[in-house]
Structure formats: structure tokens, C-alpha cells
């Protein structure tokens, strides 16, 4: 079971911006790599995914300022998020899954990091 360890949240200010960081424990180039978030009294949403060579999805709540990469010489993956309101305050988890036309599917999950956005 891969392990999975968010880095890079915290308080931000609205308007501000913050990267995010999940690194694995092992090899993560033949999965889909994702971002979920869970805000208080909320149900977990989707954020963003990025597949095996590179394709992206978005929630369209974010598109646009949100862009998720991955590195996978060093099994890391990124959420940078820019322009952050207080609607994307939550708990962001990374996850490790797979794609089947469009639907990804995590297997393995994150501990989460806190995300707020507060002036």
C-alpha cells in the first residue's frame, strides 16, 4: 500500500495563493494522481486529477485557478492554488488511483492538510 504525505497548507489570505505538496512512497508514474477537499458540513469533492501522461481534469469550481502537476522522479504531486477565497477553505487530500474514460477511481489516500482561507 502506497503511503501518501500532504505538505503546504495553512492560512492564507483571500486573494492569496498556496502550493500544496503529496509525496509517495513508491513509484507513482503509472497512476492518476488527485486532489480531494472536504469543507466542515460539506461532502468530500473531487478537485482536480492528473493522469499517468499528463491529462488534467478539473471541479469547476477551481478551473482556472487551480493547476495540478506531478514530478515523478520524485513521486511528488502538486496543487498550486492561486486566488483562494474562503469557499476553498477545507481539508485537502491527496489520493493515488486510476482513470476509466474520465472517471477516477482513488484506491489509496492522504492524512490531509488544513487549508483556510481567512483575512
Known amino acids: 500500500q502506497v503511503q501518501l504525505v500532504e505538505s503546504g497548507g495553512g492560512l492564507v489570505q483571500p486573494g492569496g495563493s498556496l502550493r500544496l505538496s503529496c509525496e509517495a512512497s513508491?513509484?507513482?508514474?503509472?497512476?492518476?494522481m488527485g486532489w480531494y477537499r472536504q469543507a466542515p458540513e460539506n461532502e468530500r469533492e473531487l478537485v482536480a486529477y492528473?493522469?499517468?501522461?499528463?491529462?488534467?481534469n478539473y471541479a469547476g469550481s477551481v478551473k482556472g485557478r487551480f493547476t495540478i502537476a506531478r514530478d515523478n522522479a520524485k513521486n511528488t504531486v502538486y496543487l498550486q492554488m492561486n486566488s483562494l477565497n474562503r469557499e476553498d477553505t477545507a481539508v485537502y487530500y491527496c489520493t493515488l488511483g486510476t482513470t476509466f474514460l474520465d472517471t477516477y477511481s482513488p484506491t489509496s489516500w492522504g492524512q490531509g492538510t488544513q487549508v483556510t482561507v481567512s483575512s
Open positions: 492528473i493522469t499517468s501522461v499528463g491529462r488534467t
Open positions: 513508491g513509484s507513482i508514474s503509472t497512476k492518476t
